[in-house]
């Protein structure tokens, strides 16, 4: 770079650190946005507050309609407010778990419900058990009209069909039922089924004779299911942007909700399963006949603890027949790619590998050979070195002939200056391509050479950006100083943070902006026609700046691989430059010169036909 260059690159970093500075919020709006957090802290102090009313109420009511009791008022109230479900109005709240050896699984009888999920195998950020929910941030069951009062069965409780408190499922399935019964033969059941080695919860809704108290007009009754989604990962803006609810149609495409703050969906089609989805965990609800249709909604959190707030509103269609079931599954688990696919529902679909043939490439080429490499291989970054050095290796044909191209077009510079200096007007353009590209026959060089291979590598380029940010093998990998490949890797926390970059300072990011620039640097000293417009050139250097800020939060694997895999291509750029003789490509147009006229390509044919309707003379 130039002094000039080097004095632009420097006006517009300051121009983007001035316009941050200036930009920054005030105290007003510091205030404002801390009163909004504390607005939120305060909704969910009053959530929990509530919370322990209904259980104090649920208690008293316990005790007001107990056989010792004498006042049968209240027990007329939760008549009126329930009808035939009053019998289950009351209790006690109790806690059964039952574990494998993936995952521990509690229930509560109030609601019949699964009150929390712990994967054993994975930890978060802060080095505890992955708890994908927990205690009353999720609400589960179901909601319907009966003798014309509104049913939640999440506020009444059930009754267990076995009398432990804890069991390990190892070598056979185990089943736990709640139960509401509500006499005379009548009885709503939920039926869960753990099985050894496994993700999979089986969950089945039985009505058993209730057809005379929910009527069969109501066409369907309604799933509520809401989760409070805890963060998991040390990245927490990463972490949000690729945490959503996804949902399949029934044997159709995979959709989701947006990546922004809120974002809602009403779907008026069968759907077959409904997620909730992490950056790297998912809970996800699959129904074996269908949903008829759904209302998603997800909100995003500013708390410390939550990301964001999931609501699936489900519609499970029901006739009205003494005997109604509902088959389903529930899925909690990590979203590794060959987990997923094993279910054979296309859940793995929900791992952001890309559209089209971005995603083709990842699912049919990267991930196995990541795979074969994970088998031999303990160590993540010695896996990604092997696997960039294959690519490399992979694409050298392609890669050799684009090189050798431009060191072919760089020994022809010299000609190329004094084609310059013969037609220096504007008006001659036409005159001093043809020119050129007359130079390039004689030379046989290709001027296009070097762009299609560049192209045809970009597919597999793009496809790596997709894969590293969503492969959970590399979570909480440590590599050099690198503790989570899965994550930034910062070597500085700042007491500020810079817009658009952040608070830390990512080493390998910065590795690859330098090794970057020192690329392009060479691509630029290579460039044989010396015609770049001035401000091209700068905008080539400020790509690997704008990358910086784009790359500081990005996974450390992202940008190992591309420090990496530029390293190598600075590597072969210098190789096959020396390679090339200048001399012999000068003495080959020296003789071409004396040779008979060569056949003109139709690409020249074209030029001298378009300058010849202009009317310009062209050189022989």
């Known amino acids: 770079?130039?002094?000039?260059?080097?004095?632009?690159l420097l006006l517009i970093m300051a121009i983007l650190f001035g316009w941050s500075f200036f930009t920054r919020p005030s105290e007003e709006q510091i205030q404002r946005e801390r009163a909004r957090r504390d607005s939120i802290a305060r909704v969910e102090q009053l959530r929990q507050l509530d919370l322990e009313m209904q259980k104090t109420q649920a208690a008293e009511q316990a005790q007001i309609i107990s056989p010792k009791a004498s006042d049968s008022a209240a027990s007329e109230m939760l008549r009126n407010q329930y009808g035939d479900f009053a019998v289950c109005a009351a209790g006690e709240r109790e806690f059964y778990t039952v574990e494998n050896n993936l995952m521990s699984v509690k229930f509560t009888n109030l609601g019949g419900r699964i009150a929390s999920v712990t994967l054993k195998e994975y930890e978060s950020f802060d080095s505890l058990p992955v708890v994908l929910f927990d205690g009353d941030s999720t609400i589960f069951g179901l909601s319907f009209f009966a003798q014309n009062r509104l049913?939640?069965?999440g506020k009444l409780f059930f009754t267990p069909s076995s009398n432990f408190t804890t069991a390990k499922v190892e070598n056979d399935s185990l089943t736990i039922g709640f139960t509401l019964d509500l006499g005379d033969n009548r009885s709503l059941e939920y039926v869960y089924t753990i099985k050894p080695n496994s993700y999979v919860v089986g969950f089945n809704i039985k009505m058993h004779n209730l057809d005379k108290l929910v009527p069969a007009n109501l066409g369907y009754l309604t799933l509520n299911w809401e989760s409070y989604i805890r963060q998991q990962e040390k990245g927490v803006k990463w972490e949000t942007m690729n945490s959503t609810i996804a949902y399949r149609y029934f044997n159709d495409d995979v959709e989701q909700l947006g990546d922004g703050d809120s974002d809602s969906e009403n779907v008026n089609?069968?759907?077959h399963w409904v997620s909730f989805k992490q950056q790297f965990f998912n809970s996800t609800l699959i129904a074996k006949d269908g949903f008829a249709n759904a209302v998603l909604k997800q909100e995003k959190l500013l708390t410390p603890k939550y990301l964001r707030h999931y609501t699936a509103d489900l519609s499970l269609p029901y006739e009205g027949h003494a005997e109604e079931n509902f088959d389903m599954e529930m899925f909690f688990g990590p979203n590794h790619f060959k987990t997923l696919k094993a279910l054979d529902i296309d859940l793995q679909n929900i791992i952001p590998l890309g559209r089209s043939i971005f995603r083709w490439v990842n699912v049919g080429i990267v991930i196995p050979v990541f795979n074969l490499l994970g088998r031999f291989i303990d160590n993540y970054g010695i896996i990604i070195l092997i696997l960039t050095i294959l690519i490399k290796l992979v694409l050298f044909p392609l890669t050799y002939k684009s090189?050798?191209?431009?060191?072919?077009m760089s020994a022809l510079k010299p000609e190329i200056d004094?084609?310059?200096e013969k037609y220096p007007k504007q008006e001659d353009a036409m005159k001093k391509q043809q020119a050129m590209m007359d130079l390039y026959k004689r030379a046989g060089v290709n001027p296009m050479g070097g762009c299609l291979p560049m192209l045809l590598q970009m597919p597999l380029l793009i496809a790596m950006f997709r894969f590293f940010p969503a492969s959970i093998e590399l979570r909480h990998e440590s590599f050099l100083w690198a503790d989570?490949?899965?994550?930034y890797d910062a070597i500085l926390n700042l007491p500020f943070s810079i817009p658009w970059y952040g608070d830390h300072v990512s080493l390998f990011c910065l590795l690859m902006t330098i090794v970057n620039i020192i690329y392009i640097k060479m691509s630029n000293q290579a460039n044989a026609s010396g015609q770049q417009m001035p401000g091209m050139k700068m905008m080539m250097y400020m790509m690997p700046v704008m990358?910086?800020?784009w790359f500081n939060d990005y996974a450390a694997a992202l940008s190992y691989y591309y420090f990496v895999s530029l390293l190598i291509t600075i590597v072969q750029t210098y190789i096959i430059k020396r390679s090339i003789n200048p001399e012999e490509v000068l003495n080959r147009l020296k003789t071409a010169k004396v040779q008979k006229a060569p056949t003109k390509s139709r690409?020249?044919?074209r030029l001298e036909e378009a300058a010849k309707k202009r009317g310009v003379k062209l050189p022989k």
């Open 403 to 408: 090189y050798k191209s431009t060191g072919m």
């Open 269 to 271: 089609s069968r759907l």
């Open 484 to 487: 989570d490949l899965s994550t």
């Open 151 to 153: 049913i939640e069965t």
């Open 547 to 549: 990358m910086l800020f």
């Open 1 to 8: 770079m130039d002094k000039n260059s080097w004095i632009g």
């Open 418 to 420: 004094k084609l310059n």
């Open 603 to 605: 690409f020249q044919q």
